[in-house]
């Protein structure tokens, strides 16, 4: 990965070909880069945030198993997009097969014409080793289902809950837990790969999350440039005193703010966050709003807000 640092920030390019070689953080870095369109995708199609993570998450392990696939490396970001767009309409279609961006075929049968075995297809894959050490830091049970939905053919919950002998709901609880845990070491090695660049986002993010408290609180943080000015999506101007304002009324709608992504660099810093609308009027608000602050000597000179469009 070192290498990779010498010109400056990796590209999608550099960064597929490294995962091809079997380097583990560099998938980490893609999915990392790449998971706010991921989520944005998943929320406006399945309108829920934990279905919306749940469906990231699956899609980043089947990026796990399918990245070799990517014909166009310097598009890796469209093709994650289309496998969570195929992981979402699954979701909404209640199948119980898992689709991909691409045809499995050539996967998921061997040349006998049966399913494959977990560890040939695991031994053919470049990034085996860090597959086989994180299989194995699950629990028995969580080792069990994964390997079956991803490397299997038995892919339904209720196939998978008649091979472990447990019931559906305990079949999905597992999955949901090392899906967590192994997306979750895989942007973990992307963090060990780049320190500076984590401790910058950390930072931010703390800031975020005490900003947004403070405006749901109607008060205003002390991180603005004096003459700082918010641009809405409208286009109207403000000063950052009318945040609050703004915050009262969605709040008074039911209307919440999560934040589910931070990219920080020293001059400009990006925050996007879910708008979770109540149940009796889900479009409210858009589903997602990206805040750009353009940095002033530590502080926001200017802050644009923006509505992506929904998909």
Known sequence: MGDLLVGGV??????????RRGDASCLGLLLARHRAGMYAVALAMLGHSQDAEDAVQEAALIALRRIG???????????LRMVVRNVCRAQLRKMSAVPVAEPAQALAMDRSGGPPDPAEVLDRHALRDWIWSALEDLSPGQRLVTMLRYFTDVTSYE???????????????????ARAKLVGALLSSADRTHDDATALSAL??????????SAYRGDLSDRWAPHAEVIWPTGKRTGPDYLPTAFARDTSAGVRHELFNVVAGREVVIWECAL??????PYHCPPTAVWVHFMDQGRVGRLRLHHPRRR
């Open 159 to 177: 196939d998978i809950a008649a091979v472990c002998a447990t019931p559906v709901g305990t079949v999905r609880s597992r999955l949901n837990q």
């Open 204 to 213: 931010h993010r703390r800031l975020a999350v005490q900003t947004l408290e």
């Open 10 to 19: 990796p590209t999608d390019f550099d960064l597929v070909q490294a995962v």
């Open 276 to 281: 979770l609308n109540p149940p009796e009027d």
């Open 69 to 79: 696939d990517v014909r166009d490396p310097d598009a890796v970001g469209p093709w």
